[in-house]
């Protein structure tokens, strides 16, 4: 039995590397295969940390020629040794095409090289009247600046991230796009602070309440005095139950806009943390609902009286306004450092751009946590200003100023500790702008951490997720075999390898899933390849792709197919998003 199942592993190895060759010989031999571009130098791992660094000279303009002796970097004070180095991106132009029945979410098919600008329309934390203003200067930057060449992607904040277009280098789709977005109520508005008897100082809905106090009682009579007294007391008790329901209604909202916005981002991670190079996100927003920092944050004055005895002398429901705001403090720490990490390591700079424009309202809290977003991912912050597109055209300029370092931590234990970053340039006359730190998370080494669900998020994300590269090829199916063909070919370089007796360990889940118009899950398969390769079988792995065929129960009608490749020992997902047509 032993021998039967070794020859069986041996023969699953030789029809793998044979499959491997075959699928690698199709795509190359193709008339209308695009030219493979070389893999990119850096590849982001959990022991590579990448710092970006915009340097630009005292009027702003990008300082080019640097090298990688310019610069010192330390990371907690301790200096660290550049093990990479890369100076700005060049546009390689259009992006390749596919041939028919290829789909693809490898960077060359995604974004060809150049800068990488993304834009979040934010409706979930943004008011009406603001979303119509950003709309307004977004469409005047596209017709008036945007310069050949540039490609941008813009995505929308509702209740979920959306897309209102992929990434293109057409002013004119671009601007379509722009012009059919249009502004949205805010589903959580109250979540921006409770408007409230208590916060206004006189009642509103419970003024009706509130207002039979003693002057609305007979003017004279023991009983009549008693009856003012009692129904004083029925206001209180119900004006204070408003206040606690008022209370709960906006702890609500702010944590749906917190999960939401952090939800969005993690998708951000995934769709861009596969392309090479720096990433700016411009995001369009009246305010955050965290920073990126959590244990940053200011303690309210509602806070400081639960905490200070010397003060607590509140009724019951202020003490729920005190304690929600420290529960609220500690609730979502960790998601927002997971979050933090993941944009870390994808090279994201935010952008936050106050969609409020210049006013003498606006609030100075939300502002300042625009500057933190800013300043911790590497980009920069735009308030008080009435030209949007100002932030727009600097987010550009910015990516054409952009040096990559790459450094292996002296500090090897991945605690999840926040690790500050100081990178300095060794001229006078510059400015260096770069994120001030990072998280050091390890996904898979999170408490409750399971693959399968960071899949599941995957598949839903609109557009491509870019973290395992991979080409897949749909095959209609064959006359009465009622099954569809799906062959996938993954880039072997964005996987991890473990090393093994004699060669390397590979461990990753193929999953195909198919889905209706409206969303329902029709089919759904997996797969997974958990082996031991020699050298001579993984080179050839290495040279050609890891090729896994798959075949799906067909269903009738225009369904998508959405495939997904993980690696299970980092736990990277790429994905493909495919139509099936009947």
Do not use: C
């Not at 890369?86 to 995604?110: E, F, K, M, V």
């Not at 969005?264 to 955050?288: E, H, Q």
Request: no cysteine; charged share 20%.
């Amino acid at each position: 039995m032993r021998t039967r199942s070794i020859r069986r592993r041996w023969l699953y190895f030789i029809a793998l590397v044979l499959g491997v060759i075959m699928m690698g010989a199709w795509f190359q031999s193709s008339p209308q295969s695009p030219p493979e571009l070389p893999p990119p130098t850096i590849r982001v791992t959990t022991h590579l940390v990448l710092v970006d660094a915009v340097v630009t000279d005292k009027q702003g303009h990008a300082v080019t020629g640097l090298r990688a002796e310019d610069f010192a970097l330390e990371e907690n004070g301790k200096a660290q040794k550049i093990a990479t180095f890369l100076g700005p991106a060049q546009n390689t132009g259009a992006p390749a095409s596919l041939p028919p029945g290829i789909y693809s979410n490898r960077a060359q098919y995604r974004s060809p090289g150049g800068p990488i600008i993304v834009m979040v329309l934010d409706a979930l934390n943004t008011a009406f009247k603001d979303q119509a203003y950003a709309r307004l200067q977004m469409l005047r930057f596209v017709q008036e600046q945007f310069k050949p060449g540039q490609r941008m992607a813009v995505f929308t904040l509702t209740n979920s991230l959306g897309t209102l277009q992929d990434f293109t280098s057409d002013p004119q789709v671009l601007y379509a796009a722009l012009q059919q977005y249009k502004p949205q109520q805010q589903e959580f508005a109250s979540a921006a602070g409770p408007q409230t008897s208590a916060a206004q100082g006189t009642p509103n809905t419970g003024t009706t309440v509130a207002a039979l106090d003693a002057s609305t009682a007979p003017a004279s009579g023991a009983a009549s005095t008693g009856a003012g007294i009692r129904s004083s007391a029925a206001s209180a008790t119900a004006l204070e139950a408003i206040r606690s329901f008022e209370g709960a209604q906006v702890a609500f909202a702010e944590d749906r806009r917190v999960e939401v916005t952090l939800n969005a981002m993690n998708s951000l991670g995934r769709i861009l943390g596969g392309i090479p190079g720096r990433k700016s996100v411009i995001w369009v927003t009246g305010a955050f609902p965290f920073t990126l920092i959590p244990g940053d944050r200011s303690m309210t004055q509602a806070e400081l009286e639960e905490d200070l005895p010397s003060l607590n002398t509140r009724r019951v429901s202020e003490h729920a306004s005190g304690n929600y705001a420290s529960t609220f403090r500690q609730s979502h720490t960790d998601e927002i450092r997971d979050t933090s990490a993941r944009l870390s390591s994808a090279q994201v700079a935010l952008y936050p751009i106050d969609a409020r424009g210049l006013s003498i309202s606006t609030d100075q809290d939300s502002q300042e946590t625009m500057r933190e977003m800013a300043r911790e991912t590497g980009g920069r912050a735009y308030v008080n200003q009435n030209e949007v597109r100002v932030g727009v055209e600097r987010a550009f300029e910015d990516q054409a100023a952009t040096y990559t370092l790459g450094y292996y931590p002296e500090n090897k234990k991945w605690d999840g500790k926040y690790r500050s970053i100081k990178l300095k340039l060794k001229r006078d006359g510059v400015e260096v702008q770069n994120r001030r730190g990072y998280f050091a998370v390890d996904e898979t080494q999170i408490k409750g951490y399971h693959p399968e669900q960071e899949v599941a998020s995957a598949l839903n994300d609109v557009v491509p997720a870019t973290l395992v590269a991979f080409s897949a090829r749909v095959r209609p199916p064959a006359p009465n075999s009622g099954k569809l063909g799906v062959d996938f070919l993954v880039d072997a370089s964005t996987l991890s390898a473990e090393d093994a007796s004699g060669g390397k360990k590979l461990n990753v889940a193929f999953y195909a899933t198919m889905f209706s118009p409206q969303g329902k899950m029709l089919a759904n398969r997996s797969q997974k390849v958990d082996q031991d390769f020699n050298t001579e079988n993984y080179q050839q792995i290495i040279q050609h792709g890891m090729m896994l065929h798959m075949d799906l129960d067909s269903q009738p009608g225009n369904n998508q197919l959405r495939l997904a490749v993980q690696d299970n020992r980092t736990g990277a997902v790429g994905t493909i998003l495919a139509p099936v047509n009947p």
